[in-house]
């Protein structure tokens, strides 16, 4: 992966110390994981009580057995630094290292990610022992990547990270009067006249200020990726070529994760979708969404972590996977650009909260089940595959996904208080490319858009001053620029922008948005298309807008502003620019947005018609094109192929003029460019 392997690595999180007193475990799973074709174990993540098990008294002798035996059976290890649980030692000794709430109230010892990444304290302890780990592994070959740390998240609110917060807003702000009128503290009198005064926000305290409550959150990023680079500094030291990875979270809102791009060597990311919860496809077309914001992140192959080969213990309803569902989850992954299957965990816990969750081994201890032979199915797959490790995605489109947005939204206070899920509205336009079979890369605002032909940014209600002028210049340029509804309200600091919306590109849209009119939940209006007569729904919100320059493409049905324009296409410079004044139903967004590929003239990852519930991905190298079938539906799908030769990867042979794709399956093919 990004040159460091040369295969797809296959495996799961490993906790073997759960079992040194049932030693022949050990070598039951080395065996199975043969079996199982797995070649990778990541190891450590929570073993801190097992290293060091009261201060100052250090324990390897065990991790040097699984390490060197795993090694010699042909697996290698990513090896974890244990910063994610502390031992009780630890916290009985220095309370100090644990959390403080925003309620500030310090937390008890217990659960994970339980310390506060400020405290010189948990710094010092956990640098001296990823120093031990670093001296005594960083030159072992079974050693092939660190894993930092475990699904960072949370915040801490004590008095140190107080200070580290203002110290934050300081290098920001630089004087207390530029703060003062970029959080707008005018309002109900909150005007700061010293930096002592400014706290995190909390319930019990300062929380309506949204400009604070959007930096803190900018702040609880880069304290974490500070306490993680902290990490990554001392383990490299010993061996600065073994990559470092942190595993990330699907649809986790409290980090920004493009932030971290340039601090970790690989992307990787835990996934648990909900599969068989409602409609598959739908669960499919969002998990695939977040796999390309994994992927595009770095612009690089990433990995997939953690996935369950079963179920989990914590979602609503822990479901089982239907027959076939372990191979199309896992090679989702895989045709979205991850270079890894693994998995959470090898084996089930005995005991404690995770003593339920799915595993490749469960408390049988043997081979012969259903699940064991899904996981080695997979495992046979990867070896069969292994020329597209390294391939590479393109895309010609992009949508935005910022973070920041995210965060400005949800704290909006208005037009609607529900409904408005960004997530969910940036996947419905995903939807559509999904279903046609294009390739999509995302982009937060920091991120360059000039090598795309066509970029959606859905509902950027919070929008960055100098992303307007990026928005500027590639339409200007030639690039076609969707942006709909309630978006260019506010600046960085959260400030309305003055002179009309959308902020300072009302020329480059030939639009300005007067008001808002949020539509309860069930209320409907329509759109109609001017070109057909076609109409549409539209619920939640509609934007009513003046077309200034821009020229008219659809127009509200019904209620006050019937007639007013819907939907306006401006010719800027080079380029064009569409404004999309309402939440439209899905049949819209697919409509609208075909129309627009077509005429911009992006190719499908192959030229043909696709059934619902079918999508196709394309990786691709200097020689070949490696295309990923998925069926997401619960029949049988046929899919048609061009005039080109085809080859079946995994039965290594060549295809006809169509296959069929199984229920809950995927075929992957190749051909010569």
């Not at 693994?342 to 005991?351: A, D, E, H």
């Not at 597209?388 to 949800?410: F, G, P, Q, R």
Request: aromatic share 12%.
């Amino acid at each position: 992966m990004n040159n460091i392997i040369n295969k797809f690595l296959h495996g799961a999180d490993y906790n073997p110390e759960q079992w040194l007193d049932y030693p022949e475990i050990f070598k039951q799973d080395i065996d199975l994981m043969k079996k199982a074709k797995c070649n990778v174990m990541s190891i450590g993540i929570f073993s801190w009580a097992k290293l060091e098990h009261k201060e100052g008294f250090f324990d390897f002798e065990w991790l040097d057995n699984v390490i060197n035996t795993l090694y010699e059976n042909g697996i290698n290890t990513i090896l974890a630094t244990p910063s994610g649980a502390r031992p009780a030692w630890l916290s009985q000794k220095y309370p100090e290292v644990l959390r403080v709430e925003a309620n500030r109230v310090r937390n008890l010892h217990g659960f994970r990610h339980n310390h506060c990444y400020t405290s010189p304290i948990y710094r010092e302890k956990i640098k001296i022992l990823n120093e031990k780990l670093a001296k005594r592994y960083a030159n072992n070959p079974a050693v092939i990547m660190w894993h930092i740390s475990n699904e960072f998240g949370g915040e801490c609110h004590c008095d140190l990270c107080q200070e580290e917060f203002r110290n934050f807003l300081k290098k920001k702000y630089k004087t207390l009067d530029k703060l003062n009128i970029d959080w707008w503290t005018t309002f109900w009198s909150h005007t700061y006249t010293s930096w002592s005064q400014i706290e995190s926000p909390s319930p019990i305290g300062e929380n309506q200020i949204h400009a604070l409550n959007l930096d803190w959150k900018r702040f609880v990023t880069e304290r974490t990726i500070d306490f993680m680079s902290h990490e990554i500094d001392v383990v490299k030291a010993y061996n600065s070529s073994i990559p470092a990875t942190t595993n990330f979270m699907l649809y986790f809102e409290g980090l920004n994760y493009f932030k971290f791009k340039d601090k970790i060597d690989i992307v990787s990311i835990d996934c648990y979708p909900e599969w068989h919860s409602e409609d598959n496809i739908e669960v499919g077309y969002k998990t695939a969404a977040y796999y390309d914001i994994m992927r595009s992140i770095k612009n690089k192959p990433f990995m997939l972590m953690e996935s369950t080969p079963s179920m989990t213990n914590w979602q609503r309803v822990s479901k089982l996977k239907k027959p076939g569902m372990h191979k199309l989850s896992s090679l989702q992954a895989v045709a979205h650009g991850s270079d890894t299957v693994q998995y959470f965990q090898w084996r089930k816990s005995r005991g404690s909260s995770e003593k339920l969750h799915g595993s490749v081994v469960d408390h049988y201890g043997k081979e012969d089940t259903r699940v064991f032979k899904d996981v080695s199915e997979v495992g046979s797959i990867l070896e069969k595959i292994g020329l597209i490790c390294n391939s590479t995605t393109k895309s010609k489109v992009a949508i935005v996904y910022d973070w920041e947005n995210l965060w400005a939204l949800n704290d909006s206070q208005g037009p609607r208080n529900i409904g408005l899920d960004y997530n969910e509205i940036v996947t419905e336009h995903y939807k559509v490319f999904w279903d046609l079979g294009i390739n999509i890369d995302f982009v937060d605002m920091e991120c360059d858009i000039d090598k795309y032909e066509l970029v959606i940014a859905p509902i950027l209600y919070m929008m960055r001053s100098d992303y307007q002028a990026k928005i500027r210049n590639f339409v200007e340029k030639g690039g076609s620029f969707v942006l709909t509804y309630f978006s260019a309200i506010v600046n960085d600091t959260d400030l309305c922008y003055l002179g009309g919306f959308p902020g300072d590109l009302t020329d480059v849209f030939g639009i300005r948005s007067e008001e808002v009119d949020a539509l309860y939940d069930d209320e409907v209006n329509t759109i109609k298309r001017y070109k057909d007569g076609k109409t549409y729904k539209c619920t939640h919100i509609c934007d009513l807008i003046h077309a200034n320059e821009a020229k008219v493409l659809a127009e509200y049905s019904s209620d006050f502003y019937k007639g007013r324009p819907a939907l306006t296409e401006n010719k800027y410079g080079k380029g064009n620019a569409y404004y999309i004044a309402s939440r439209n139903e899905d049949e819209f967004n697919r409509d609208f947005l075909t129309n627009l590929v077509d005429k911009i003239g992006i190719e499908r990852n192959l030229d043909t018609a696709i059934q619902e519930g079918v999508t196709i991905s394309k990786r691709e190298d200097d020689n070949n094109e490696y295309l990923f079938i998925q069926n997401y539906s619960d029949k049988d799908k046929e899919v048609l192929l061009n005039k080109s030769k085809y080859l079946n990867i995994i039965t290594g042979r060549y295809i006809g003029k169509n296959i069929i794709v199984p229920s809950y399956g995927i075929e992957i093919i190749t051909r010569k460019k």
